[in-house]
């Protein structure tokens, strides 16, 4: 029984010259786990994406221990800082706001600067609000992808959501509250209606979970206030991309319609409808001339 109660002890032992990534509780504090603990403890140095946060939670667990910031604004610099530190030996737990680091935060390119120069990384798991919104939401987790946050640039955050339209597997996404409103209306506007469930203050005493539609989640943030950050978990698309066939059995006009909901101006979608249909771009315009007569 002592030895192996000893050979635990050394497989737990921190390894000089290594990078921990150690999540940390989401909103529940009790859900910091055993390792995480040990891990903050027996590291020499914690970088933080904010250290007055992860104070906090030290301050909580009763830890001392050097802290350093990391964060979007320094990697560069802190980057290189610490690899240096790890060359030497120091052993280093990497932590984020809340959850697990190098998810949509810089501790992504702390990892790749450590992956070039062959310092170990070793993964300390723990919460993740992304796959605690998955598991509560009741839609299909066989397969899914985590998309992040999406830009607040109008064409790329466009040309995110219609580079998914037609992807069949479940979505995550992470969202403030002050563009919630804005996410949905894209959602709806790109994606068409389909099932979507908002997970908002996961873990914390205010945890909601809403299991509804886009068209009623619309709705429903006309009137309620966002409030907390939100994981949007999204159903995939239910029907496959339409073929050349099925486009010509279009109507023009639905045709053209087709091409300006994927981003298309009225010109280049004329253009491609045309092209669909092995004519020229006058006969498309011909034939749209002729409806507008005759809706007249």
């Not at 790109?190 to 908002?200: F, N, P, Q, S």
């Amino acid at each position: 029984m002592t030895e192996m109660m000893f050979e635990q002890e050394e497989k737990n032992a921190l390894k000089p010259g290594t990078l921990y990534l150690v999540a940390t509780p989401i909103g529940n504090l009790e859900d910091m786990t055993f390792r995480g603990v040990k891990t903050l403890r027996d590291a020499d140095l914690i970088a933080a994406e904010d250290t007055r946060r992860t104070a906090t939670l030290l301050n909580h667990l009763g830890i001392k221990k050097p802290l350093v910031s990391y964060f979007q604004h320094n990697e560069k610099s802190k980057g290189e800082f610490l690899l240096e530190k790890l060359k030497t030996g120091t052993i280093i737990a990497l932590v984020s706001d809340a959850g697990t680091p190098a998810i949509s935060d810089p501790g992504e390119d702390l990892v790749r600067l450590c992956a070039q120069n062959d310092i170990p990384v070793v993964p300390v798991p723990g919460a993740t609000a992304a796959i605690s919104a998955l598991i509560t939401s009741a839609l299909p987790t066989g397969r899914f992808s985590f998309e992040g946050f999406l830009s607040v640039n109008k064409k790329s955050r466009r040309e995110h959501l219609l580079s998914i339209q037609h992807q069949p597997h479940t979505m995550i996404f992470y969202e403030a509250p002050h563009k919630l409103r804005r996410t949905l209306k894209d959602f709806y506007e790109l994606l068409g209606d389909r099932k979507i469930v908002l997970a908002r203050e996961l873990t914390k005493k205010y945890e909601e979970i809403i299991r509804t539609t886009l068209s009623e989640a619309v709705l429903l943030y006309r009137e309620k206030e966002p409030k907390g950050e939100y994981v949007l978990v999204l159903e995939g698309a239910q029907e496959a991309p339409k073929t050349n066939d099925d486009l010509n059995n279009l109507s023009i006009l639905e045709h053209i319609n087709h091409y300006m909901m994927l981003g298309m101006d009225q010109k280049e979608a004329q253009k491609a409808v045309a092209a669909d249909r092995g004519v020229s771009k006058r006969d498309i315009y011909a034939e749209l001339l002729k409806v507008k007569e005759e809706s007249k």
